[in-house]
């Protein structure tokens, strides 16, 4: 499957994509700012989060919220998302509604500060705050996102702390730490505008340089602090968290080659093969099998710089102590690598994995998505066509090679959450 794909850059810096699919009456709008928690300083994090939430609530010519009205009322969808490496907003509309979305957009990019006040940065920081204590504090398991990382990456390194951030950072942020990250991070030279969908070319091209052509490029961001790491961990690192859960559950977390890279895919595969639906490792040994859990996934973060992780979740079923849970997971992987897998083993994982590509390649906001995400990590959307042929390309000795080199006692870190009041009648 190969997808039409046009890219250029304007004088300002921004990277545009395009890719047209008249299919369906729609078309996609991504931009992606290539800004996350990672470029947080120390005392400052969560800011990544906090202007997600800022850059709805209006701009010079746009309203508060008016944004969602605008593009709800003309028959859209829209949201956005941060991420330890980039932040991203994006909307499909009709596609005879494309110069509206990019007008919106292109008024927050260039426009956002004079509309920028302390009462609307007092609000979504409350907003923000009750997130975390909704989606985080107050959940079950709710802080393993931000306690993984932080478990899986030094304290130096920008993919440590927490995405959402904390209380103290969020309260002590002032409307001046506000002005200077968005003048710093969110300007076109540090952006990836993609296009997909009922779209003809040159009107996209005309309205893009009408509407973004004029906005300046920035003065240039901060440099990361440095990313690389060895390939493993050195040793088995382990986290206990006592939670107000009812049963154990556990967070196995391996290094691995970062996304993009020619052992990534491999990694990636192995990651189907151990815990992607009911003909995985870890479901036919612990769900069908021996019945110690309920849930089992396992899944790569896709990080693109210093070191990707790949993750085994487990939940245990009620009864199961969680140093028995550990003790099976273990177990599986190890057998995992004395073993091997099986050819039949990875033509199930590419199956999986093909299937769900080609599937988010036919929506057009995936597809805006997929583009935008090259663009951004790799500045060449174009290696989204490229990705079903470096998967066919792994055999299963490719992956029975990555877990030789990254499964082992020496890459792995446990972060086991488990009930407060254990009982003692516990398998």
């Known amino acids: 499957m190969r997808i039409p794909i046009t890219s250029y850059r304007l004088d300002n810096g921004l990277l545009v994509t395009v890719s047209p699919d008249h299919s369906a009456p729609l078309v996609a709008v991504n931009l992606w700012y290539h800004v996350g928690s990672a470029n947080e300083r120390a005392g400052r994090t969560g800011f990544a989060h906090l202007f997600e939430h ?145 779209v003809d070319e040159a009107e996209a091209r005309r309205l893009v340089e009408l509407y973004f052509g004029p906005i300046p490029k920035g003065a240039g961001k901060p440099p990361l602090a440095p990313m690389e790491l060895p390939r493993t961990f050195g040793d088995w690192r382990r986290v206990t968290v006592e939670d107000d859960v009812m049963v154990p559950r556990l967070f196995l977390a391996f290094r691995s080659p970062v996304f993009g890279h020619p052992e990534y895919y491999a990694a990636s595969v192995c990651a189907t093969i151990l815990g992607s639906g009911k003909g995985s490792r870890l479901y036919a040994a612990l769900v069908r099998e021996t019945e110690l859990a309920s849930d089992v996934g396992a899944f790569t973060y896709d990080l693109s710089k210093g070191a990707d992780l790949m993750i085994a979740d487990v939940t245990a079923r009620p009864g199961v102590s969680a140093e028995r849970l550990e003790a099976e997971v273990a177990a599986e992987i190890d057998r995992l690598r004395r073993d091997g897998v099986t050819a039949d083993e990875v033509q199930r994982g590419l199956a999986l994995i093909e299937t769900g590509y080609v599937s988010a390649m036919q929506s057009a906001g995936d597809r805006a998505d997929k583009l935008s995400m090259f663009a951004t990590y790799f500045g060449d959307p174009a290696l989204a066509n490229e990705q079903l042929e470096r998967y066919q390309a792994v055999t299963a000795a490719d992956v029975t090679r990555f877990i030789t080199s990254s499964l082992g006692e020496d890459n792995r870190a446990s972060l086991l959450f488990v009930p407060r009041k254990a009982s003692e009648d516990i398998a």
């Open 54 to 198: 800022m850059l709805f609530q209006g701009s010079e010519h746009v309203g508060s919220n008016e944004h969602f009205e605008l593009i709800q009322r003309a028959g859209g969808t829209l949201n956005g998302s941060t991420w330890l490496d980039r932040t991203n907003y994006f909307e499909t509309v009709p596609s005879n509604q494309l110069a509206m979305a990019l007008w919106l957009e292109a008024d927050r990019m260039g426009a956002l500060l004079p509309a920028m006040t302390q009462e609307k940065l007092d609000t979504q920081r409350d907003v923000v705050k009750n997130e975390r204590r909704w989606s985080v504090d107050n959940q079950p398991y709710g802080t393993w996102w931000e306690r993984l990382p932080a478990l899986a990456f030094p304290d130096t390194h920008p993919f440590h702390h927490s995405l959402i951030g904390s209380m103290d950072d969020l309260s002590a942020a002032s409307l001046e730490d506000i002005t200077e990250f968005f003048r710093t991070f969110y300007t076109p030279d540090n952006a990836v505008l993609t296009i997909a969908g009922d």
